[in-house]
Nanobody, 123 residues
Framework: QVQLVESGGGVVQPGGSLNLSCAASGFRFEIYAMGWWRQAPGKQRQLIATITASGSGYYLGTVKGRFTVSRDNAKDMMYLRMNDLKPEDTAVYFC?????????????????WGQGTQVTVSA
């Protein structure tokens, strides 16, 4: 079964950086696009970055130019480098797989979500 474990969150000051990791198992990681979502307090989960199976990254909204998604298909791992963090980036961050090698639905009806990793940006 699909399992996803996010890690790397923490508390950071505005302008700081964090590296998140996503460990995937239970499916053929190398053939699926992957995505990062985040859920801020009181808000719905939001897709913020995707990466195709071949490694092309795409970004949504306010993270463009600050976040970089990458993956290591040999290790079944995905990463999110977050720079210039802002208080509005405070959220629980989740990873999950897409529907095929390129498409990640923004609001998938999955039951296989991990616990997420908390990112708090505060002075």
């Amino acid at each position: 079964q699909v399992q996803l474990v996010e890690s790397g969150g923490g508390v950071v000051q505005p302008g700081g950086s964090l590296n998140l990791s996503c460990a995937a198992s239970g499916f053929r990681f190398e053939i699926y696009a992957m995505g990062w979502w985040r859920q801020a307090p009181g808000k719905q989960r939001q897709l913020i970055a995707t990466i195709t199976a071949s490694g092309s990254g795409y970004y949504l909204g306010t993270v463009k130019g600050r976040f970089t998604v990458s993956r290591d298909n040999a290790k079944d791992m995905m990463y999110l480098r977050m720079n210039d963090l802002k208080p509005e980036d405070t959220a629980v961050y989740f990873c999950n797989l897409g529907k095929d090698s390129a498409y990640v639905p923004p609001n998938p009806n999955y039951d296989h979500w991990g616990q997420g990793t908390q990112v708090t940006v505060s002075a």
